[in-house]
C-alpha cells in the first residue's frame, strides 16, 4: 500500500487550547491544566488492592497528528512508558535525591502500565493508534478527542497532542480530568481525557526537544487516579489533598526549590516540592498515602475498578506475552520543528513512525543529503528552498509499506550587514520574514505608516492567543565589547474603555532556524539556548502605550512613536534571531494596533550612564506600609510604574536626578505587584510582595 501526504510546512497556524487571568503570573511552561473535582472524598484505603500485588492496567497512545514533529516514533512512546513504569514502582533511579526527612513515607503504588495487544474489535495491535486529524491540539472545548477513545473502563487513554489550551492559557503540558473517589463526577461515554504534548513526553527523545519534566505523565496518570495536586485544588494554606503524609503547603513550585521550603507553619521539613504532585523539575516520589489513595481508586471507582481484572487483562492481551501482530507495517514518519519552518541549509530530523514493529527503513530524499538512508532516525540536508518528496519503506518478515510526503523548505536565513538594523526597506528581507501564529492575528510589514523610512511591522487586532515575529539573523559576534541592547521603535493605540487586555509583548531570542517549542517560549529552565530580552514575562499594554483612540490606529508621526531598549547578556555570542511576541489570553477590542520599527543591535553612547539606572533596588521586599525605589547615581529622568498582576497600573510617578522614590504601599492589597522602571533608554521590572 502505498500512501502520499502533502505537506506545505512554510508556517504552521495551529488551530486548538489553556488558563491563567493575570498575565503578569503566566506561567510560560504550566505543567498541568488538571481541574480539580468540587471535592475530593476522604477515605480510608481499601484493603482489595492494597496488598503485595502489582495492578496492571492495560494502556493505549492516541498520537492525534497531522504527520509533522508531533507524529512520534514508538521508541519514544517506549521510553515514556518505561519512566512512567519506574515512578509507580518506586525504581525511578532520581529517588537517591529525595531529602532525607521524607525517605520514611517514600511509598509504592506498585501499579504496571502496558500497551494493549488487543484492540476493541478484537484485533491485534502494538497499543499506539495513529490518528492523522485536524484536533492535534485542544482549544477550551476538549470534547473532539473523545471520538478517538477506547472504551474507558477497559483501556488507559493517553492522547499525545502538539498543544494543550484550557481556561484561556495556552501553554499546559497536560491535562488530566481526575476522577473524584466515589464516583460522584459522572464521565460521559468514553470520557476520559489524559492528554500530553509530545514535546514533554518522556526525556525527549527522537530528535522532540529534550525536557528534564520527564515525570510529567506520571504526573497526569496519578490525576486519573484521584490524587490531587500536593497544595490542593487551590492557593493557600486552607486548602489540602486529603494525602496524611503530604505536608500542608501553600502553592506550586518551580524549578527546584531548596529544601527545606516552609509555609503554612510546615515546618522543620516544609513543603514536599519533590513530590510527584508538585510542578517542581526535581519530582522524583510518592508517599504511602497517595499509593494507597491510587490503590483505593482503582478499587472503588466505576471507571477504574474494571481495569485491572483478570478478564480485562485477558481481553486486552496484557495477561500473557503475545507475539508480534502478523502483519505487515503501517510505514508512517514524523519530522521537522515545533513550528514546522525547515531551512535550506540545516539539518532536518526524520524518525520512523510506523506501526506493528517494521525491522527494516528504506527512506529516498529527493534533492537531499544524503538522498538515501536506511537509519531509523535520518538527519537531512536540502540544500535550497522548495518542496521536495520524502519517501519511507517500513517493512518486516509480513511485507512492506510505503509513506510518501511532500515538504516544504523555506530560504536560509539571512545576515544582517554591520548596521544591524531591520528597518522593514527590503523588500527581499520582508519576504522573508517569519510570522507566527496561534489562534491570533498574523504581523504583517505595511507601509501606511513607519518611525522611519517608508514601512514598519504592523498587528492590526488583538485576537485571543499568541502573535508573533522573528528577525533575520543579528551576527552578535560583529559587536565587541560590553554593554550591547536592543533597540526599537514602538507605537501602540489603545482605547480608553473597553475589554481589558490580558496580555503584553514578550521580546524573545532564539537560534537561527531553530522552532522548538521551547525556543518559541523562550524557555531557558530546561538548559534551551533561548531565552527573553526583557526583564520578567512582559512589556504590558499600559506601558507600550503611545496613543488613545477608539478607532484603528495608525501613527501619523514620530511624536506617537517610543524607544524601547533591552540589554543583551553580555555572554550572547554568535547568531542570533529576535522575536516579538503579543500575547492575549482572552478577548479584547482595546487594542487597536501595533507598530514595530528600526530594531537595531547595537552599543549606545554613554552605556556606563545608562547602565547605571539598572542597579536599582526595591527595600523592604517584602513591603507592608512603606517601599522604596533606590536609584543609585542616577542623573536622568525616571518613571516608575507599579502594577499588580493583572497589569492593571497602581501607582505611577515621574522625578528627575532623584536618589530614592518613596511609595506608600499601606493601602495595597495583600500581594504580588510588578515595578517597573523607565528611562529613556531602558526599561526594567521586579517583582515586590506586600504583606499586611
Known amino acids: 500500500m502505498k500512501k502520499i501526504i502533502i505537506y506545505l510546512f512554510s508556517i504552521i497556524m495551529l488551530l486548538f487550547t489553556i488558563p491563567q487571568s493575570a498575565f503578569a503570573q503566566i506561567d510560560w511552561l504550566k505543567q498541568c491544566g488538571t481541574v480539580q473535582p468540587s471535592a475530593f472524598s476522604v477515605m480510608q484505603p481499601d484493603t ?30 517506549l521510553r515514556a512508558l518505561q519512566i512512567m513504569n519506574q515512578d509507580f514502582n518506586r525504581q525511578n533511579p532520581d529517588t537517591f535525591d529525595i531529602p ?15 500497551l494493549a495487544r488487543i484492540d476493541p474489535q478484537g484485533n491485534c495491535t502494538d497499543g499506539i493508534d495513529r490518528i492523522y486529524t485536524p484536533y492535534t491540539a485542544t482549544y477550551n472545548n476538549i470534547t473532539q478527542v473523545y471520538n478517538f477513545s477506547w472504551p474507558i473502563r477497559q483501556y488507559m487513554n493517553v492522547y499525545v497532542m502538539k498543544w494543550i489550551s484550557v481556561q484561556d492559557y495556552p501553554l499546559n503540558l497536560g491535562l488530566t480530568g481526575p476522577v473524584s473517589m466515589d464516583s460522584s463526577l459522572i464521565l460521559p461515554d468514553n470520557g476520559d481525557k489524559l492528554m500530553i504534548v509530545y514535546h514533554s513526553l518522556a526525556d525527549g527523545f527522537n530528535g522532540v526537544t529534550p525536557s528534564r519534566r520527564k515525570h510529567i505523565l506520571s504526573h497526569e496518570m496519578a490525576h486519573a487516579f484521584a490524587l490531587a495536586h500536593t497544595w490542593g485544588s487551590g492557593a493557600g494554606c486552607g486548602d489540602d489533598d486529603n494525602v496524611s503524609d503530604t505536608p500542608l503547603q501553600d502553592d506550586q513550585n518551580y524549578a527546584c526549590p531548596t529544601f527545606p521550603k516552609i509555609s503554612c507553619n510546615n515546618g522543620p521539613n516544609g513543603e514536599m516540592f519533590n513530590n510527584f504532585m508538585d510542578y517542581a523539575e526535581c519530582q522524583n516520589m510518592f508517599t504511602e498515602g497517595q499509593s494507597d489513595y491510587m490503590r483505593t481508586c482503582l478499587a472503588i471507582n466505576d471507571w477504574r475498578d474494571s481495569l485491572w481484572k483478570p478478564a480485562n487483562l485477558a481481553a486486552t492481551g496484557v495477561d500473557a506475552i503475545l507475539p ?60 535550497d528552498s522548495g518542496y521536495y518528496t520524502v519517501k519511507l519503506i517500513a517493512g518486516n518478515a509480513f511485507g512492506v509499506d510505503t509513506m510518501v510526503k511532500i515538504i516544504r523548505i523555506e530560504p536560509a536565513e539571512v545576515n544582517y550587514n554591520s548596521a544591524m538594523t531591520e528597518s522593514f526597506e527590503d523588500s527581499a528581507f520582508n519576504q522573508q520574514i517569519a510570522p507566527w501564529t496561534f489562534l491570533g492575528k498574523k504581523w504583517s510589514v505595511t507601509n501606511v505608516a513607519a518611525y522611519s523610512g517608508n514601512n514598519s511591522i504592523r498587528l492590526d487586532s488583538s485576537l485571543n492567543h499568541i502573535s508573533a515575529f522573528f528577525t533575520h539573523t543579528f551576527d552578535l559576534n560583529q559587536l565587541t ?55 520578567g514575562n512582559a512589556l504590558f499594554p499600559g506601558n507600550l502605550q503611545t496613543v488613545v483612540t477608539n478607532q484603528p490606529f495608525i501613527p501619523i508621526d514620530t511624536t506617537q512613536w517610543q524607544t524601547i531598549t533591552l540589554p543583551i547578556p553580555d555572554n ?36 556606563a550612564e545608562n547602565n547605571a539606572v539598572l542597579n536599582w533596588m526595591l527595600y523592604p521586599n517584602p513591603a507592608t506600609n512603606q517601599l522604596t525605589i533606590a536609584l543609585p547615581n542616577n542623573r536622568k529622568e525616571v518613571t516608575a510604574i507599579i502594577s499588580d498582576i493583572t497589569g492593571k497600573i497602581i501607582y505611577k510617578t515621574s522625578a528627575t536626578a532623584t536618589q530614592k522614590i518613596e511609595v506608600n504601599t499601606s493601602d495595597f492589597a495583600e500581594g504580588i505587584y510588578l515595578v517597573q522602571i523607565q528611562t529613556e533608554n531602558f526599561i526594567e521590572t521586579k517583582k515586590v510582595i506586600v504583606t499586611k
Open 572 to 607: 550572547l555570542t554568535g547568531e542570533i534571531q529576535i522575536g516579538f511576541t503579543w500575547y492575549n489570553f482572552t478577548p479584547t477590542n482595546k487594542f487597536k494596533g501595533m507598530y514595530i520599527d528600526d530594531i537595531k543591535v547595537m552599543i549606545p553612547v554613554g552605556i
Open 481 to 535: 565589547g560590553t554593554g550591547r541592547v536592543l533597540e526599537f521603535k514602538e507605537a501602540l493605540g489603545l482605547s480608553a474603555s473597553g475589554s481589558p487586555i490580558n496580555g503584553g509583548l514578550r521580546v524573545i531570542w532564539k537560534r537561527p532556524c531553530a522552532y522548538e517549542f521551547l525556543e518559541m517560549f523562550a524557555d531557558t529552565s530546561t538548559g534551551v539556548d533561548a531565552g527573553a530580552l526583557n526583564t
Open 324 to 383: 508480534s501482530c502478523q502483519s505487515a507495517p503501517e510505514a508512517d514518519f514524523g519530522y521537522g520543528n515545533f513550528a514546522g519552518w525547515l531551512c535550506a541549509g540545516k539539518p532536518v530530523l526524520f524518525y520512523e513512525a510506523a506501526s506493528m514493529n517494521a525491522t527494516s527503513y528504506q527512506w529516498e530524499f529527493t534533492g537531499g543529503i544524503p538522498a538515501t538512508s536506511t537509519d531509523t532516525f535520518p538527519s537531512v540536508i536540502f540544500p
Open 100 to 114: 532525607a526527612a521524607f525517605h520514611p513515607v517514600r511509598g509504592n503504588p506498585k501499579i504496571e502500565f502496558r
Open 48 to 77: 482489595i488492592v492494597n496488598g503485595d500485588s502489582v495492578i496492571v492496567i492495560p494502556t493505549v497512545f492516541h498520537i492525534l497528528t497531522q504527520g509533522g514533529s508531533e507524529n512520534i516514533s514508538k521508541s519514544h512512546v
